[in-house]
């Protein structure tokens, strides 16, 4: 157990004032903590520097402490010295999260400032044109008017796009709040990374470590594993993925388009990093099952593919 004792001999043998550290780092998180909390919930719409430089101070005070313990470790020669050195260890944790409390927060609020309006890299896929992207995926209320914005931020000419997509445009959304709800991601909802990372599946290795997908990466893997995913394959989900008994042969299969229809829209709603599922096609080719669908990313990109059971 720590008592004033122990805080008392660590002061002298160390001349460090770690009574003042813990008072400092209590009142970082009775204060400034909540404050900062607030702000990247949405529920501030500005908050002051000090917060943060208190954060800053605090960190680096933290490491200062955490070195001390090493450089006088064999003067600490029993268990209170652990349980103090315990206590700064849980600070500089919970310090580490405040410091990334945007992405817990699944905030697009930056740590300096809040940016009203929130960017994103998208490129037209075949068939679309600027007033459907004004329509269909910023939700513009006058898209036959508000499609010109888009070309004018991104200095596009009616001659520069044709009906076979591929043009890289900047597009920008208006926020409704301090933080986009996505579940299945812990990160700032900037751009591509309302998509989320995930590790490759065969856990593969580069650069000594492993291997992470980038966010496109990561949502056609997710497509992947939720078509093929089958009813207990996923233990902290059992009931997702599509029964056995429903796609084993042929003419079954034909008997249950509705029942594979339903069990595999349920499946792809389970990951909110995607927003629409669609099968486009169902047919049983040679007593096996093949399935062509559509699938929509948060940021409206769409993804078509198929999968033969």
């Known amino acids: 157990m720590i008592n004033l004792n122990t ?28 404050l900062l909390a607030a702000y990247y919930a949405g529920n501030l719409n500005s908050v002051k520097s000090d917060p943060f430089a208190s954060l800053t101070a605090l960190e680096s005070e933290t490491q200062i402490y955490l070195t001390v313990f090493q450089t006088y470790g064999k003067q600490f020669t029993n268990s209170q010295w652990w349980y103090l050195l315990e206590q700064v260890e849980n600070i500089d944790n919970r310090l580490k ?7 817990w927060a699944r905030s697009t609020r930056g740590i300096a400032a809040y940016d009203a309006q929130m960017n994103f890299d998208y490129v037209m896929p075949a068939g679309q044109t600027l007033e459907r992207i004004s329509k269909d995926l910023l939700k513009d209320t006058l898209s036959e008017d508000d499609w010109a914005d888009i070309a004018i931020r991104n200095n596009i000419r009616e001659e520069d796009y044709t009906p076979d997509g591929g043009v890289s445009l900047k597009l920008t959304v208006p926020r409704s709040g301090g933080a986009i709800n996505v579940a299945a991601v ?3 909802m900037e751009g591509k990374r309302i998509l989320g990372k995930d590790l490759h599946r065969a856990l593969q290795f580069a650069d000594n470590d492993l291997l992470a997908l980038s966010e496109d990466d990561t949502v056609f893997q997710s497509v992947e594993i939720l078509a093929a995913l089958k009813v207990n394959d996923n233990p902290h989900a059992p009931n997702d993925g599509l029964q056995t008994a429903v796609i084993i042969g042929g003419n079954r299969a034909s008997l249950n388009f509705p029942v594979i229809s339903r069990q ?27 399935i062509n669908y559509q699938v929509s990313t948060r940021l409206n990109e769409t993804i078509d593919a198929s999968i033969t059971i």
């Open 186 to 188: 812990v990160d700032s």
């Open 7 to 34: 805080l008392m001999n660590f002061e002298r043998i160390t001349g460090k004032s770690i009574r003042d550290y813990f008072q400092r780092a209590l009142s970082f998180f009775q204060y400034d903590y909540p």
């Open 97 to 103: 999260t405040v410091r990334n409390i945007n992405r």
């Open 264 to 290: 595999m829209t349920a499946t792809f709603a389970s990951d909110d990093t995607l927003q629409g599922f669609t099968i486009k096609e169902i047919k049983v080719v040679n007593d096996t099952l093949q």
